[in-house]
């Protein structure tokens, strides 16, 4: 099965602090995603990547960046936390049909 | 922009009933529409999925219908059981634009009542 392995379950930062998410996968997949989720928003995606040191923005890219210097990790980093990026983050990998995702990350900042 | 709604939010059911979840997508060149079961503490996981070139596919107690023409697709569990209880999330991509980005709809909440 593939796996796609959050590094933090939980995560608390303070205000102002650099915070960064990883995400490891698998199965060579070329494809990396990371959505945001909050209650009654669903899944909006921060920044995706569809090859090694490639990236795009995707609709909430505003406070984050990215980094893929390997095909096999994405990290998702916010660089200077605010109380507003307090939210669960997913991650996620495909190779063209359907996503697998990982367990999350929920991160509060205070 | 391209967006996903669905209804209805949150949906309690007793078990054994039927629960039928819907959504709607603005883009028409969307062509592939992927179903997904989120669990407590756990990600997303692929439920089913179906292709705009059919209008309905069927596992075992779970079905989804496409109507291409008014741009919805519907998620259908039979014979609810406990272990149903979720959030289900929808979601609209098109093949063929070689990102493989996913426009999710907001998400439902299903509750199988015992």
């Known amino acids: 099965d593939v796996k796609v392995t959050q590094s933090s379950r939980y995560l608390v930062k303070r205000t102002g602090e650099k915070v960064f998410l990883e995400c490891v996968q698998d199965m060579d997949h070329e494809n990396m995603f990371w959505y945001r989720q909050d209650p009654g928003l669903g899944l909006r995606l921060i920044y995706f990547?569809?090859?090694?040191?490639?990236?795009e923005k995707g609709d909430i890219p505003e406070g984050y960046s990215v980094s893929r210097e390997k095909k096999e990790r994405f990290s998702l980093i916010l660089e200077s936390a605010s109380t507003n990026q307090t939210s669960m983050y997913l991650c996620?990998?495909?190779f063209g049909y359907g996503y697998t995702f990982g367990s999350g990350t929920r991160l509060t900042v205070v | 922009g391209e967006n996903v709604e669905q209804h209805p939010s949150t949906l309690s059911v007793q078990e054994g009933d039927s629960a039928v979840i819907k959504c709607t997508y603005s883009d028409s060149a969307s062509n592939y529409f992927p179903w997904y079961k989120q669990e407590l503490g756990k990600g997303p996981q692929l439920i089913i999925d179906?292709?705009?070139?059919?209008g309905e596919k069927k596992d075992q107690r779970i079905a989804v219908t496409l109507n291409k023409t008014a741009k919805h697709f519907s998620l259908h569990i039979t014979e609810t059981q406990p272990e149903d209880s979720a959030v289900y999330f929808c979601?609209?991509?098109?093949?063929?634009?070689?990102?493989?980005?996913?426009?999710f709809g907001t998400g439902t909440r299903l509750k199988v009542l015992a």
């Open positions: 979601a609209a991509s098109y093949e063929g634009s070689g990102t493989y980005k996913y426009i």
């Open positions: 990547s569809y090859d090694v040191k490639m990236k």
């Open positions: 179906i292709r705009s070139n059919v």
């Open positions: 996620a990998s495909t």
